[in-house]
């Protein structure tokens, strides 16, 4: 089974999910992607993630940090 079809992936079933986007938006993304050597997926979660930590370091009512993660107080 492949992850568009929700294989499991860190211990998380990834899912297909769709977006919005300009044509500005998505040759953005495919730059970024590009340099990164990722593809547009992998990318937009990596920032999503790096975001959600830099602004809730200890994580949120929902979420937790993972098992040993150093947390900022």
Known sequence: MNRKNGERQGG??????SYSAT???V???????RYHGF??????????RREFWRLFPAGTG????????????
Do not use: F, H, N, Q
């Not at 040759?27 to 992607?33: E, Q, Y």
């Not at 929902?62 to 107080?73: C, F, Q, S, T």
């Open 12 to 17: 998380r079933a990834a899912k297909v999910r």
């Open 23 to 25: 044509d500005e938006d």
């Open 27 to 33: 040759a953005m993304l495919d730059a970024v992607a």
């Open 39 to 48: 593809s547009k997926s992998a990318t937009l979660v990596g920032l999503v």
């Open 62 to 73: 929902d979420i937790k940090p993972a098992r040993g993660a150093r947390v900022k107080p």
